[in-house]
């Protein structure tokens, strides 16, 4: 009924039945609510990846790189130009990260363009650091350069690693927290995995091959791009 007694045109005449009613209530009775807030959740993941990423470079040194952790050019002496792609990196994945797991001014996170351009945008812009001029390799770096895949198929195992372990962290962080954009919500965070994978394939791999490079560091970033999209809204969704 509308406020003068008339009912709207819109209005159906049928009620829902009581059926109905009674499985919601089932529904949301049987989907207990978490003790932890999200903001907490949020909190702990952003402390964790970091410490995960850091594990799986540590791992994959000892038994998939066989060399130090960090790559000779950053780990001796880093170039100026080295340093200021390690910003840009950084920038890109925290950029992204806090867009994905932002919760907004009411608690509904960012916002569908910003979700959208994490989504489209991360990927390129990774490869776009990496391959347009990518960087001069000092003596000692040159020298690991013999030993790495032309394909780039350890980097792209490790980079799917961090980008699996950051996105199973990301979205227990956001589990049954998104009631819109679930879909972008879950591009958006594979995404930001990504880009953890993209940042710890730069800080551990000196590559400057353009076949390594798109293979190993800047594919693992758009796969989990799209496998965010498909497989993740539903983890989110409410």
């Known amino acids: 009924m509308t406020d003068r007694g008339m009912r709207s045109r819109f209005e159906s005449e049928v009620a829902p039945p009581e059926e109905l009613f009674a499985r919601i209530r089932t529904a949301v009775a049987a989907t207990p609510?978490?003790?932890?807030?999200?903001?907490?959740?949020?909190?702990a993941a952003m402390t964790v990846v970091p410490v995960v990423t850091a594990a799986v470079l540590l791992v994959a040194s000892q038994f998939v790189y066989h060399r130090p952790m960090l790559r000779a050019d950053m780990g001796t002496h880093p170039t100026s130009d080295l340093l200021i792609m390690l910003v840009l990196v950084i920038g890109l994945t925290l950029s992204a990260t806090l867009v994905a797991l932002g919760r907004g001014d009411r608690g509904l996170g960012s916002g569908v363009i910003s979700l959208f351009l994490v989504a489209l945008l991360v990927a390129p812009i990774y490869a776009a650091l990496m391959l347009v001029h990518p960087?001069?390799?000092?003596?000692?770096?040159?020298?690991?350069?013999t030993k790495l895949s032309p394909w780039g198929l350890r980097c792209?195992?490790?980079?799917?690693?961090?980008?699996l372990l950051v996105l199973?962290?990301?979205?227990?962080?956001?589990?049954?927290?998104?009631?819109?954009?679930?879909?972008?919500?879950?591009?958006?965070?594979?995404?930001?995995?990504?880009?953890?994978?993209?940042?710890?394939?730069?800080?551990?791999?000196?590559?400057?091959?353009?076949?390594?490079?798109?293979?190993?560091?800047?594919?693992?970033i758009a796969a989990f791009t799209f496998l965010g999209f498909v497989t993740i809204p539903r983890a989110?969704?409410?």
């Open 33 to 43: 609510a978490s003790k932890i807030s999200t903001r907490l959740r949020i909190s």
């Open 135 to 145: 960087l001069a390799v000092n003596e000692v770096a040159a020298a690991s350069l």
């Open 156 to 163: 792209a195992a490790v980079a799917a690693t961090v980008a």
């Open 168 to 220: 199973i962290s990301f979205t227990a962080a956001l589990r049954r927290s998104v009631p819109a954009a679930s879909r972008l919500r879950g591009a958006a965070l594979g995404a930001a995995a990504g880009a953890w994978a993209g940042l710890a394939v730069f800080v551990s791999c000196p590559a400057t091959e353009y076949r390594h490079l798109l293979v190993g560091h800047v594919l693992p």
């Open 236 to 238: 989110l969704r409410p």
